[in-house]
């Protein structure tokens, strides 16, 4: 299998993590503190093999991403479209910070998906949310470097595999 074969496969498989990590249900007390992962997902392979990632692809995952959980039609799909075009826009800056910058950089990235998140519930007539609704962006700053290693090392087993 070459690399760009094995690449969509990796990317198609963590779309599929990604969606059950994000219909898994968590006790209540645990729930603000769910990361957006398919953001985070989107996030590395923008940075990494932007191939795999156009505003297209981000909006149908989006889509997908409503329908699967219920919300408003399109709610997702915006916020992944604004957020895979903040990274492909700064990708050539970005890709090139250390690991704690970067984690800062997805830190302000999933606040700007919570403003955006917050902007689409007010024009839905959605009342305001609680204050932990601003915890999820930092526990994906933190998940975020495990989830690069991660990624990047699943990546590099496979291309040792096909050598």
Same mark, same amino acid.
């Given at each position: 299998?070459?690399?760009?074969?094995?690449?969509?496969?990796?990317?198609?498989?963590?779309?599929?993590?990604?969606?059950?990590?994000?219909?898994?249900?968590?006790?209540?007390?645990?729930?603000?503190?769910?990361?957006?992962?398919?953001?985070?997902?989107?996030?590395?392979?923008?940075? $990494?093999?932007?191939?795999?990632?156009?505003?297209?692809? #981000?909006?149908?995952?989006?889509?997908?991403?409503?329908?699967?959980?219920?919300?408003?039609?399109?709610?997702?799909?915006?916020?992944?479209?604004?957020?895979?075009?903040?990274?492909?826009?700064?990708?050539?800056?970005?890709?090139?910070?250390?690991?704690?910058?970067?984690?800062?950089?997805?830190?302000?990235?999933?606040?700007?998906?919570?403003?955006?998140?917050?902007?689409?519930?007010?024009?839905?007539?959605?009342?305001?949310?609680?204050?932990?609704?601003?915890?999820?962006?930092?526990?994906?700053?933190? #998940?975020?470097?495990?989830?690069?290693?991660?990624?990047?090392?699943?990546?590099?087993?496979?291309?040792?595999? $096909?050598?």
């Amino acid at each position: 299998m070459n690399r760009a074969r094995t690449n969509a496969v990796l990317f198609w498989i963590g779309v599929a993590v990604c969606f059950v990590l994000q219909l898994m249900p968590l006790p209540h007390a645990l729930a603000p503190l769910k990361p957006f992962w398919l953001a985070l997902l989107l996030v590395y392979w923008t940075l $990494e093999a932007p191939a795999h990632v156009s505003l297209g692809r #981000a909006f149908v995952l989006g889509l997908l991403g409503d329908v699967l959980t219920g919300d408003l039609l399109g709610a997702q799909a915006l916020r992944l479209c604004i957020l895979c075009f903040i990274l492909l826009r700064f990708r050539a800056r970005l890709r090139f910070f250390p690991m704690w910058q970067q984690a800062l950089a997805v830190l302000a990235l999933l606040v700007n998906d919570r403003i955006v998140q917050l902007a689409v519930r007010a024009v839905s007539g959605v009342p305001a949310p609680p204050p932990s609704f601003w915890l999820a962006p930092l526990v994906g700053m933190l #998940a975020w470097p495990w989830v690069f290693l991660l990624l990047d090392d699943v990546r590099a087993r496979m291309r040792a595999r $096909e050598s």
